[in-house]
């Protein structure tokens, strides 16, 4: 016993725990910056007094804590006992990233007239600087309170259903109109459960679909606490089929535990792996993989398009559930004619889709590459904060 406590860590073992740990130190390095440039713009850089001051800071580090407590409560905690730190902590998010995004409008805003002053000879003194900076203070906080609530509206609005109409070159004749229903990133967990997924499903099977895909991010946390939540997916109806492909946050989440349980809901559970719908000149084939982070540091699977096609017959046209689009690349390189994906929220707030097209060009949408298309779905539910401004939630 003793030699096998002393025995060294697997190396995938060791690469994964010391990859999260640069992420996680980024991630705080990030946050918390974030949370200083807050701290001077609403609370240092107009001196509202000792007291008001002493009380901002420490609103301020609460809301910090709580962003580094929810994901770690999700992840050890039922839904009902990670919920209570999961709704403030997500709304914190939502408001404090548009109270950055605001506060850095108004510096630009601010530079350009300092800027100004300077070329024509004029500068504020001290006191005119705290009063500037206080009615900064108090129209950036305003415009991001009614921003944020107009956002956290839309967020929790139910998707809506967005129609569209794919023309594939080698589509084939006896499959014109066919219908498939697809829901993405819909991050069942601490805010979003058993409710939202039970109205979702009945949307989902009124649209009558003949297939139905399920692009991955289905959950934020482990089996143990969400098996019930996500039950409701079992009633989910497509003519020809109901697939499942994983994304990220089911990886972290733990993919083998939950494709094994959506196994058991009834849905197709394609991870890298294909299956072949009718027979003859009517022929297609659903391909789905892994997301290609679930080999991170020898996690478990990982995208392998080639297994997914292999075996796969060349004339037979070729769909494929991807959750990143990031996969498109080497999905039309193998012939692939439709990819269809999800991930991206389009940015879920803007502006930061501005952000996401630092990682991918194909933000939401349409997109036509040769004889490839991909089409990527801003998501069903929501991630961190329950916002959404410019990106309505959608079931496609």
Excluded at 236 to 265: I, K, P
Excluded at 290 to 310: K, M, N
Aim: aromatic letters at 8%.
């Amino acid at each position: 016993a003793s030699a096998a406590r002393m025995a060294p860590m697997p190396p995938a073992r060791v690469l994964r725990i010391a990859g999260m740990s640069i992420v996680f130190s980024l991630f705080l390095a990030v946050v918390a910056g974030g949370h200083w440039y807050i701290a001077r713009g609403f609370v240092l850089d107009p001196q509202w007094g000792s007291t008001a001051t002493a009380w901002g800071l420490a609103g301020i580090v609460f809301g910090f804590v709580l962003l580094i407590a929810a994901p770690i409560a999700e992840r050890n905690l039922s839904r009902d006992g990670s919920r209570w730190l999961a709704w403030p902590a997500s709304l914190w998010m939502g408001f404090a990233f548009l109270g950055l995004v605001f506060l850095g409008i108004s510096d630009v805003l601010l530079a350009i007239v300092r800027g100004v002053g300077s070329v024509v000879g004029e500068s504020a003194g001290f006191e005119a600087q705290a009063s500037l900076d206080r009615a900064r203070a108090i129209a950036v906080g305003l415009v991001t309170l009614i921003v944020g609530l107009y956002a956290v509206r839309e967020g929790l609005s139910f998707p809506r259903v967005r129609q569209v109409e794919i023309h594939l070159s080698r589509w084939p004749r006896e499959r014109d109109g066919l219908r498939i229903v697809q829901i993405s990133d819909i991050h069942i967990g601490a805010l979003l459960g058993r409710a939202f997924a039970s109205r979702l499903v009945d949307a989902v099977n009124a649209l009558e679909a003949d297939i139905v895909a399920v692009t991955g991010d289905l959950v934020d946390g482990r089996v143990k606490h969400l098996a019930a939540e996500v039950e409701p997916f079992s009633r989910l109806r497509g003519r020809e089929g109901v697939f499942f492909v994983t994304g990220n946050h089911d990886h972290y989440s733990g993919a083998d535990e939950w494709a094994a349980c959506v196994g058991q809901l009834g849905l197709s559970v394609l991870r890298n792996d294909h299956r072949v719908l009718g027979r003859g000149a009517g022929a297609i084939a659903i391909v789905g993989v892994d997301d290609h982070r679930g080999s991170f540091g020898g996690g478990e699977g990982g995208e392998d398009l080639d297994r997914a096609l292999e075996g796969l017959a060349p004339g037979v046209p070729r769909v494929l559930l991807a959750h990143d689009p990031g996969s498109f690349k080497a999905a039309r390189a193998r012939g692939v004619d439709l990819q269809i994906s999800g991930h991206t929220h389009d940015g879920q707030i803007w502006p930061f889709r501005y952000a996401v097209r630092l990682a991918t060009p194909f933000v939401e949408g349409v997109h036509v590459r040769g004889d490839s298309q991909i089409y990527v779905s801003r998501g069903t539910g929501f991630w961190g904060p329950p916002m959404r401004l410019g990106a309505p939630a959608e079931i496609t």
